[in-house]
């Protein structure tokens, strides 16, 4: 099956640092993979939609600044989380699209971020 | 953009009985639909999806029924058990295909 990680899977920064997440799709390719923000009790918010080879395209509302967004290899996306604050803590989520399966996408184990 | 209602926001049931949610959309447009199941602190898991060229797919315990005129779609779970307890969350495509997502419904399966 489709598989997907995600590292760190936690992580603990004090408050000004920046932190890298790393999407990879294990066992296909993934010319598009998502990323969301998952709040406690709450539904997953789409952040950006990455692209391999070209610029992500961010949601309203969320700081392509603040969240960088790398789509480097057709396996591998990362999410930066510049100058963290304690109010970015919170559940990072990628996804990956199959390219055989244009529509299906397969989630990463997530990223607990907290910021101090 | 799509927009994702989903009810009802929790649900109980007795071992056994049957578990159903809805989710309307309001793009026509979108031709997919598929159903996450998410644990506690876990990744969602794809537990059943439905394209807009059929008005229902079964698995098992699990069925989706579609329908297209009305914009809205369910998930059925039959035959409930604990294990069945998570929180089901429905999704529809965007114009980019970039998903969705309804607000979810937390299902508790009462032994």
């Known amino acids: 099956g489709a598989v997907v990680s995600q590292h760190p899977s936690r992580v603990i920064c004090k408050s000004g640092t920046s932190v890298k997440i790393e999407c990879r799709s294990l066992?296909?390719?993934?010319?598009?993979m998502f990323w969301y923000r998952q709040f406690p009790k709450q539904s997953l918010m789409l952040m950006a939609t990455?692209?391999?080879?070209?610029?992500?395209?961010?949601e309203q509302g969320v700081e392509k600044d603040k969240f960088l967004i790398n789509h480097a290899s057709l396996t591998l996306s990362t999410l930066t989380v510049t100058s963290a604050h304690p109010e970015d803590s919170s559940f990072y989520i990628c996804s990956a699209r199959d390219l055989r399966r244009q529509e299906t996408q397969y989630f990463g184990p997530g990223t607990r971020l907290l910021v101090l | 953009g799509e927009n994702v209602e989903q009810h009802p926001s929790t649900l109980s049931v007795q071992e056994g009985d049957s578990a159903v949610i809805k989710c309307t959309y309001s793009?026509?447009?979108?031709?997919?639909f598929p159903w996450y199941k998410q644990e506690l602190g876990k990744r969602p898991q794809l537990i059943i999806d439905i394209r807009s060229n059929v008005g229902e797919k079964k698995d098992q315990r699990i069925a989706v029924t579609l329908n297209k005129t009305a914009k809205h779609f369910s998930l059925h779970i039959t035959e409930t058990q604990p294990e069945d307890s998570a929180v089901y969350f429905c999704a529809a495509p965007g114009s980019l295909r970039q998903l969705t997502f309804g607000s979810g419904t937390q299902l508790t399966v009462l032994p």
């Open positions: 990455s692209n391999e080879g070209s610029k992500a395209t961010y």
């Open positions: 793009d026509s447009a979108s031709n997919y």
């Open positions: 066992d296909f390719q993934a010319t598009t």
